[in-house]
Each structure stands twice: as structure tokens, then as C-alpha cells.
């Protein structure tokens, strides 16, 4: 049975659980979504804008001192920080804006915690001359200034929110609370794969161009498939994006490579699937961080697109039915990581990505005869240098 099921859900995980102003609307989207994925001129569209736009195919690259290094592992390297903006985010926002405009929705909003969705958002809209505005919390605007000035030059609004704990959860709070009150005009652009249904399955499709050119690419280089998928985890976009061309390759394993932010003992990390309980979170059945009255509690990770305390309906269930499997890396490690990549290939990665280059040399010592797998890249590090110089 392809998943999601009718209802939106992935085994036990997904489903929609929204306002009732919002039903309409969602089932509205499901079903043009679900048409578009056949109409041609739809598909068409959207094949030129990661191409000429986006910068699409993005190589698939045999890192070859890395792999000596490694020993008993040949990685390639898919590499998405190439594209514009400098990560897979874009693939997302250009499919969503497509939507939007299929739809006939003037006004797109979305939320963001780093700034990094908000900035793809922005420019995916300037892109098509939409009118945009980013929820953040007012904490994070402070942060992230960098993400807030680019976002206000591509001609975006940036909207501080002030309540609650002034970051990503409250700025989701109020981007969904705009939404229910402008439907009419309003698209709202989620950044991952969360969500209430038709959003997991949806951020799934646009993201899994990923894997299937990942597949190709590998298969002509290598005659073979891969033994190893490996992605870093935040809601976990460019992780299923990587993931899917391949679920049904059962040869083929993933991994999942989590937050463990200051340590998975500590309340200072970003890993639900590996610590947390589930719960409703942005209209969806999932794993997430709770503090033990149910409340949601704040991630934490080094690198600020990790620190989501959800995880992806379809995670949930991977790692639920075993296809998948899922660790962390902490803080420390991720450093290590982005150096290494760095000094091996001169690539420096982005603090996200950097998670599951460090999980590669735990891998090394684990698996038992030399073996292939592929990495998402999935952004670059230009935008963590500057807050990194000071720990390193
Ligand atoms: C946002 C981001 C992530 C985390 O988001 P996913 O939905 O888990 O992919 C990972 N890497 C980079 C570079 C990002 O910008």
C-alpha cells in the first residue's frame, strides 16, 4: 500500500488535526495537489525552475580523500548546498509557490525558526512576485538578523512575534492563526515535512527529486545501489527526499542522523525520535519533545535548522516498521564533523549537514566489509562560519 493512507496518515503517525475553518481548504489542496501531480504543464513548470532557476541536477560526488580517510566506506556526496540559496530548501518553496499560484492565492506566509525557510520563502515569492510575510519569533529575529535583512532586501515582511517563549513554536502559533483568518487570499508555505495532510506527503514530492536523481547518478557510476543513505534530521525534509526513490530498494539501509544538542541526557537537545512521546504538534500525530507535563519543550542544537522539537509523520513510521534507523550526534561531534569535511574535500558544510558527516566515522567502525553510501549535503556552511569562528 503506498503511503500516506487516505486519511493523511503513515501507520499511526500524520493525519490532520486542524481548526475547522481550515478543513476545507486542506481538502481542497489535497485534491489539487494530487491533480497537479499528473498535469504536465504543472510538472513542466515546476522541472524548469529547478533548472534554470534552482540549479538542478545537483552532482552526485565521490569524495575521495574522505573515503580514504574513512577506510571501509566510499562516500558520495549529493551535493544540494550548490544550489541557490545554498540548500535543498528551495526545491520546497518553488513547488509550494507553484501551488499557490495554481490556487489562485495572492499572499504567501510562513514561519521560521533560523531564518533559512524564511529566506527560501522570500525567494521563491520574489521569484514570482508574490506578496510575502515571515512569522519569527522575536527572539530569533534578534538572532538571526543576517536571515531577517535578506529576507526584508528579496521584499518580504518580517513579523516579530512576542509571545510565549518569542521563537519557532509561538511564530507557527501565529502564522496558522493568520491563515484561518485570510484562507481566502492566503497560502501558507510549510517548510518541512510536517504538518497536517496533504503537507508531509506534498514537501515528500517536491523534495524527493533528491533521491531520485541521487539513484540514477549512483547506478551509472557504480552499477549497483548503495548499502548506506545517510541524512541529518530536523523536520526531516531533505532526509525523505534522499529517503524515498529508494523505500522500496529494501537492500538499500537509511539512517537518520538527529540533534543529540548538549547530549540526549541533558533537556538541551533535538532529537524526538529518539527521546520523545507522542503528541500533537503543527496539525500532526508525531514524535515530539515534551516536558513531562505534555508541553512542548524547546530543542536545542548547534545548528539552529535542527532545532525543530517535531519530526516528520513519515520518520515516525520508518523508524516504527524499522526501515529506517535513526541516531544522534551531539554539538561537539557536528564540529568535528564540519572540519573534517572541510579539511578532506574543502567543502565546508552547514552545521545541519555536518551532523551526519560526523555520524560517517561512526559508521566506519561499524560496518564489516568496505561499503557505499551516499550523503545529503544538504546545505553549505557559508551562513555558520561567523558562529562557529568563536568555538572552534
Ligand atoms: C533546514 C535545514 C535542515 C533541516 O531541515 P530538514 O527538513 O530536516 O531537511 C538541514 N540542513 C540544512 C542545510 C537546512 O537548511
Not at 541521487?214 to 548503495?226: G, N, Y
Not at 496539525?283 to 508541553?295: C, I, Y
Not at 568535528?336 to 569535511?341: E, F, V, Y
Request: glycine share 10%; hydrophobic share 40%.
Amino acid at each position: 500500500m503506498s503511503l500516506p493512507d487516505k486519511t493523511g496518515h503513515f501507520g499511526e503517525f500524520g493525519g490532520r488535526y486542524a481548526p475547522e475553518t481550515l478543513m476545507a481548504l486542506l481538502e481542497d489542496l489535497e485534491r489539487i495537489f494530487h491533480s497537479l501531480k499528473s498535469d504536465k504543464a504543472f510538472q513542466k513548470e515546476f522541472q524548469h525552475y529547478l533548472k534554470e532557476y534552482a540549479g538542478r541536477p545537483t552532482n552526485l560526488y565521490s569524495a575521495q580523500r574522505l573515503s580514504a580517510h574513512l577506510k571501509t566506506l566510499k562516500v558520495y556526496l549529493k551535493r544540494e548546498d550548490l544550489l541557490h540559496t545554498g540548500a535543498h530548501k528551495i526545491n520546497n518553496t518553488l513547488g509550494q509557490v507553484l501551488v499557490a499560484k495554481k490556487m489562485g492565492k495572492t499572499r504567501i506566509i510562513a514561519e521560521t525558526g533560523a531564518g533559512q525557510h524564511g529566506v527560501a520563502t522570500a525567494t521563491a515569492c520574489a521569484l514570482m512576485g508574490l506578496q510575502c510575510e515571515i512569522y519569527m519569533g522575536a527572539e530569533d529575529v534578534e538572532r538571526q538578523a543576517l536571515n531577517v535583512f535578506r529576507m526584508k532586501l528579496m521584499g518580504a515582511k518580517v513579523i516579530p512575534v512576542e509571545s510565549g517563549s518569542k521563537t519557532l513554536k509561538d511564530a507557527m502559533n501565529e502564522a496558522i492563526r493568520d491563515w484561518v483568518t485570510n484562507v481566502q487570499n492566503t497560502f501558507y508555505i510549510i517548510g518541512s515535512v510536517a504538518g497536517m495532510h496533504p503537507y508531509p506527503v506534498m514537501v515528500r514530492d517536491f523534495q524527493a527529486v533528491i533521491g531520485r536523481e541521487a539513484r540514477k547518478q549512483f547506478l551509472i557510476k557504480e552499477k549497483k545501489l548503495p548499502d548506506y543513505l545517510l541524512a541529518c534530521i530536523g523536520g526531516g525534509s531533505n532526509a525523505m527526499g534522499l529517503f524515498h526513490a529508494f523505500y522500496t530498494d529494501k537492500k538499500v539501509k537509511m539512517i537518520g542522523v538527529e540533534a543529540a544538542g548538549c547530549g540526549l541526557n541533558t533537556q538541551q537537545h533535538a532529537a524526538p525520535l529518539a527521546k520523545g512521546k507522542i503528541g500533537v504538534l503543527h496539525g500532526s500525530k508525531s514524535l515530539l519533545m515534551q516536558t513531562p507535563d505534555g508541553q512542548i519543550q524547546i530543542a536545542h542544537s548547534i545548528a539552529a535548522g535542527l532545532d525543530y522539537p517535531g519530526v516528520g509523520p513519515e520518520h515516525a513510521y520508518y523508524q516504527q516498521s524499522g526501515r529506517a534507523e535513526y541516531v544522534a550526534v551531539n554539538d561537539h561531534e557536528a564540529i568535528k564533523g564540519l572540519k573534517l569535511l572541510s579539511q578532506t574535500e574543502g567543502i565546508i558544510p552547514a552545521l545541519e549537514t555536518a551532523h551526519a558527516i560526523a555520524y560517517l566515522e561512526k559508521l566506519a567502525k561499524k560496518v564489516k566489509k568496505k561499503s557505499t553510501v551516499i550523503v545529503c549535503l544538504s546545505g553549505r556552511g557559508d551562513k555558520d562560519v561567523a558562529s562557529i569562528k568563536d568555538l572552534i
